[in-house]
């Protein structure tokens, strides 16, 4: 017969209630780490990946414009409201319709959106005239939200800058095909892969529009 005092004062009394509480913290630390979906089956959360437009700018590049607006509509099925995915898509119809009025209106669309507008240019190293240039390079003309800027596909005559920073955003008179970016006294000379006036002055158009918000 158990006395009633050594029910309550035995030193091992205590002891399998004090490991079922240690492996139940356990358990609880464990599922918090990994994760729980809601069907009960435990899985390490993974943080959603970013699309890859630096594939969807070497399709344009190559003027696989389908298949780059067949990409950017998977992501946009997804996101309706993807910036960049627009301003891409705006990119892609622009080379592929060349409808220029539609064109202005998809990159506003963009901007609103958090995008802007992208040109694939070649940017002459040297004065421009109506005659060609040779030496020059090749690149993304970017317009966001606060900056324009220029990334190459190779070499080291990229820029970046702020709105305020740009002296002169215009059209050349010598030749209409031709825009330039005036900052520190110093045109940039840039022509559109189109080679058509209105390019340029489509570009200007939303750099005002994007310059003024």
Not at 151 to 178: C, D, I, M, W
Request: glycine share 6%; proline share 3%; with cysteine.
């Amino acid at each position: 017969m158990i006395k009633n005092n050594e029910m309550f004062h035995s030193p091992h009394s205590s002891r399998p209630s004090t490991s079922s509480a240690i492996l139940l913290w356990l358990l609880a630390f464990w599922l918090l780490t990994i994760g729980v979906r809601t069907n009960g089956h435990a899985v390490i959360q993974e943080p959603a990946k970013p699309a890859n437009f630096s594939g969807i700018q070497d399709l344009i590049y190559h003027q696989k414009y389908n298949e780059a607006i067949t990409r950017l509509e998977q992501i946009l099925e997804k996101n309706p409201l993807n910036g960049e995915a627009l301003t891409y898509m705006a990119t892609a119809n622009l080379y592929h319709d060349l409808n220029f009025t539609k064109a202005q209106k998809e990159f506003e669309e963009a901007f609103r959106a958090g995008g802007g507008a992208t040109f694939f240019v070649t940017h002459s190293h040297e004065k421009f005239n109506t005659d060609d240039v040779v030496d020059y390079c090749r690149g993304w003309l970017h317009l966001r939200a606060d900056e324009v800027e220029f990334a190459p596909n190779e070499g080291g005559h990229g820029f970046k800058l702020k709105y305020n920073e740009v002296e002169e955003f215009k059209q050349n008179r010598l030749s209409k095909t031709v825009f330039h970016i005036k900052v520190g006294g110093k045109s940039q000379n840039f022509r559109g892969r189109l080679n058509s006036d209105l390019e340029p002055l489509l570009i200007i158009a939303l750099y005002k529009r994007f310059a003024r918000n």
